[in-house]
C-alpha cells in the first residue's frame, strides 16, 4: 500500500503543479506574462575609451632645405661635400671667392651679435619666467604674485581670472618654447663661428655651411639653384585625410604606427594638416588632405626607419579614461537611449541614459546606471518596464557547500519560485 500511497501522492502533486502553472499562465495581468528569460547580461564597467582614425602613412624626412649660389657676384670654386652624405650643423658644403670679403666678414659679425643678442633677450625673458614660476610656488594667488608686465603680455593670460595651474603650465610652455628658440640661435652663432673661422683660413676663398644636420640629397654640378638640397635627419610620417576624417583631425592629436621595419610602436603627434586638399578638388575625385606627423624624441625607434617605408597610422582623436561604459548592444533606441537595468528584486528595469563617447563597441555613459549595475544585453523579445526575470543556471558556478547554507524553508521556497516561474 506504501508504494500505491507514493505513486498517488507524486500524481496529485503532478496534477496540482500543471494545475497552478496554467492558472498562473492564463490569469489576466499574470506575472508569469511579464516574465522575461535573460540568457545575456554584462556590467557597466569603468573603462577607457579611445575613438580613433586609422590611416596609412609613408616615412619621409621631417624637412628638406635648399641652398642657392649666386653665380653674377661670385665665382664658384668647389663642392666640399657628396649626395648621401651625413652632416652637421656647421659642415662646409662648398668653396667659393668673392671681391666683398671684407663685408662678408663684416655682415657675419654683425649677425653673429644680433643672434647673441637675441640669446640673451631669451636668457633673460626665461629668467623672468622662473621667477614668477617660483612667486607662484611660494604664493599660490596669482593676484598677489609680482609679474613683469612683458611676461603677463607674452603669456597673453589675464591673472585675475585664470587659475594657478593654468598659469603655471602657460609658464612651462612657454619656457619649453623658449628653450627651442634659444637653441635654434646658439645653431645659428654655430653657423657664423665657422663661417668667419672659414674667412680667417682661407682669405682668397670663402665656405659655405650647413645650417641644419641632414643628408645631402642632391647636388646640382651645372650649379643651376637650388646647388644644394639637403634632407633632415628626422624622420616623419606623411599621409593623407579624406574629407570625413579631416573633420576629426586636429594639429597636437597623439599618433601611433607600426612599421615592418621597426618592431616598436612609432609614437608622435600630428604636426602639420594641410587645409587645401593635394590635388586640384573636382567633383570626380574625392579629396584628400596631405598632413605630417612628427615622430616623438623618445627611445632610438627612428635610427633604422627607412625613407619611404610603409606604415599603419593610428590617430587618437578622442580618448576618456576611466568612465562608465556598457557595450553599445545594450544601448536600445525607442524616443530616447535606454537601458535595462537587472534589479537585485528581480526585475528589468528601463532606464534612460545620456551618451557620451562612442567607439570601440563601447558606449560611455555620462549618466545613468552606476558601474557595477547588471545590465541586459539585446533580449530575445520585447521587453516591457518593470518585468520579472529568470536566468538559466550556470551549472558550473552552482556549489554544494552554498546549497548546505540555505534553511529548509528556503530551499522549499527557491524551489518552489523556480518552478512557478519557469
Do not use: C
Not at 663642392?79 to 667659393?96: C, M, N
Not at 579631416?246 to 602639420?272: H, Y
Not at 574625392?286 to 612628427?294: E, G, H, I, T
Amino acid at each position: 500500500m506504501s508504494g500505491k500511497w507514493k505513486i498517488a501522492a507524486v500524481s496529485i502533486t503532478s496534477i496540482v503543479l500543471i494545475t497552478v502553472n496554467i492558472y498562473l499562465i492564463e490569469r489576466k495581468e499574470s506575472k508569469v506574462e511579464r516574465t522575461v528569460f535573460v540568457e545575456n547580461w554584462t556590467k557597466v564597467k569603468k573603462d577607457t575609451i579611445t575613438d580613433t582614425i586609422q590611416t596609412k602613412g609613408v616615412i619621409k624626412p621631417v624637412e628638406e632645405y635648399d641652398i642657392y649660389f649666386d653665380t653674377k657676384k661670385n665665382d664658384f670654386k668647389k663642392f666640399l661635400v657628396k649626395e648621401g652624405d651625413a652632416i652637421t650643423a656647421g659642415s662646409s658644403l662648398f668653396e667659393y671667392t668673392t671681391t666683398e670679403l671684407d663685408a662678408l666678414k663684416a655682415n657675419l659679425e654683425a649677425e653673429k651679435t644680433a643672434a647673441e643678442g637675441e640669446i640673451t633677450g631669451i636668457e633673460e625673458y626665461i629668467g623672468k619666467l622662473r621667477s614668477y614660476q617660483g612667486t607662484l610656488i611660494s604664493d599660490p594667488n596669482p593676484e598677489k604674485a609680482a609679474i613683469d608686465e612683458s611676461v603677463e603680455k607674452s603669456l597673453n593670460i589675464d591673472i585675475t581670472t585664470s587659475s594657478t595651474d593654468l598659469i603655471k603650465s602657460n609658464i612651462e610652455q612657454e619656457m619649453y618654447k623658449q628653450e627651442l628658440e634659444k637653441n635654434s640661435w646658439n645653431e645659428k652663432v654655430k653657423m657664423f663661428d665657422a663661417k668667419l673661422s672659414s674667412i680667417e683660413e682661407q682669405s682668397s676663398a670663402i665656405v659655405t655651411t650647413s645650417e641644419a644636420d641632414g643628408v645631402v640629397k642632391n647636388i646640382n654640378k651645372n650649379l643651376d639653384n637650388p646647388i644644394i638640397s639637403i634632407v633632415s635627419s628626422n624622420m616623419a610620417i606623411e599621409g593623407d585625410f579624406s574629407e570625413a576624417e579631416m573633420k576629426k583631425a586636429e594639429v597636437g592629436m597623439t599618433i601611433k604606427a607600426s612599421s615592418s621595419d621597426s618592431k616598436k610602436i612609432l609614437k608622435g603627434t600630428i604636426g602639420r594638416i594641410h587645409s587645401y586638399p593635394d590635388e586640384e578638388p573636382s567633383l570626380k575625385n574625392d579629396n584628400r588632405f596631405p598632413f605630417q606627423a612628427l615622430i616623438g624624441p623618445e627611445g632610438e625607434e627612428t635610427e633604422h626607419l627607412l625613407v619611404g617605408s610603409k606604415v599603419i597610422l593610428t590617430v587618437i582623436t578622442n580618448e576618456k579614461a576611466g568612465v562608465p561604459s556598457v557595450p553599445i548592444e545594450a544601448v536600445h533606441y525607442q524616443k530616447q537611449p535606454h537601458v535595462y537595468k537587472l534589479t537585485k528584486k528581480g526585475y528589468v528595469d528601463k532606464h534612460y541614459i545620456t551618451k557620451g563617447l562612442k567607439a570601440e563597441g563601447k558606449q560611455e555613459i555620462i549618466k545613468g546606471p552606476s558601474v557595477g549595475d547588471v545590465i541586459l544585453m539585446e533580449p530575445n523579445a520585447a521587453v516591457k518596464n518593470h518585468s520579472y526575470f529568470i536566468t538559466p543556471i550556470q551549472f558550473e558556478k552552482v556549489k554544494a557547500a552554498t546549497y548546505k547554507k540555505f534553511t529548509s524553508r528556503e530551499k522549499v521556497r527557491y524551489l518552489l519560485l523556480g518552478i512557478l516561474e519557469k
